[in-house]
């Protein structure tokens, strides 16, 4: 029996409630951002820090903010970091379920506020695919007569329980810039934490796993040759908004990304599809 239910948070943001035999998760409209995502007798494959406090007008400290159409600072100084989708209420366009899974797509209506930042002709939608996994599509579509660019990352914050017992593999191969710094060949198998890490990596392969004492995480991606892999650390966790001081020892974020030379550039009537898949590795 699957449920799909739309409730409201008591801070009055509307999310969808999903019950399958396969998983259990929660997506708020705002920012169609996927907060919980927990395949059946097996531990959350998502984080949310206990500090944040689901309030309209801020992305939710945790899951899966959605980054676009840009990623980072941008060049104007007062546009948001990472761009305004994950502030934006996203609109439930399908809902659909079969055996093998529970389809969930959420579109994008640009506001005229959002078009003088984002003046091109375009669609943007993301797509769930619930199941004992969890894919992310974020699909853009060029619906104009002219080219545009655009940087992109689902921002997935993982549960690793001890960073100081994390590690992450199939890195090796990339490079990597760092704190504005690089690009370094990642010459190691693994990554270990031990400080601040902020790396964006490039030419990466297209799997990653997340090594913690709970299991490993596997986290793939398609359409995506690069990704960034962040952890604040001490310092930086006091500076974070909606995000406890010790916060940096349980999550690690692993984000599939369309950005530096992997930015995405779509020519008139092109489509261009991002995604992520994640799931604890079986033994
Ligand atoms: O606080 P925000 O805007 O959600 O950003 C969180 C982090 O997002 C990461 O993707 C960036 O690499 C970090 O530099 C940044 O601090």
Redesign the pocket.
């Known amino acids: 029996m699957v449920n799909v239910s739309t409730k409201i948070h008591p801070n009055g943001l509307k999310y969808l409630a999903i019950d399958s035999p396969l998983c259990q998760a929660t997506i708020f409209f705002q920012g169609a951002q996927i907060t919980e995502f927990t395949p059946k007798n097996s531990h959350p494959l998502l984080w949310v820090s206990s500090a944040d406090d689901h309030q309209a007008g801020n992305?939710i400290?945790g899951g899966i903010?959605i980054?676009w159409p840009w990623?980072?600072q941008h060049a104007k100084p007062s546009w948001p970091?990472?761009g305004f989708a994950r502030t934006r209420l996203w609109s439930l366009s399908q809902v659909n379920v079969t055996d093998q899974s529970v389809q969930i797509q959420f579109d994008l209506p640009l506001s005229e506020q959002d078009k003088q930042c984002w003046p091109h002709d375009s669609q943007v939608s993301v797509l769930f695919s619930l199941s004992d996994s969890l894919k992310v599509s974020l699909i853009n579509h060029n619906l104009g007569e002219h080219p545009f660019e655009l940087t992109q990352?689902l921002?997935s914050y993982f549960p690793i329980s001890d960073i100081h017992r994390t590690r992450v593999s199939g890195v090796k191969g990339a490079q990597y810039i760092e704190f504005s710094e690089g690009p370094f060949p990642q010459e190691e198998d693994e990554v270990h934490f031990t400080k601040e890490t902020?790396r964006?990596y490039t030419q990466l392969a297209q799997t990653q796993c997340i090594h913690t004492p709970n299991g490993t995480i596997r986290v793939a991606r398609e359409q995506s040759a690069s990704a960034?892999l962040?952890n604040?650390w001490i310092d930086?966790s006091i500076r974070?908004?909606r995000f406890n001081p010790d916060d940096y020892l349980q999550m690690l974020?692993l984000?599939a990304a369309n950005v530096l030379e992997d930015k995405v550039v779509l020519q008139a009537g092109e489509s261009h599809t991002l995604s992520t898949e994640i799931s604890w590795l079986k033994n």
Do not use: I, N, T, Y
């Open positions: 992305g400290r903010p980054c990623f980072g970091q990472h990352a921002h902020d964006v960034v962040w604040p930086k974070l908004g974020c984000e």
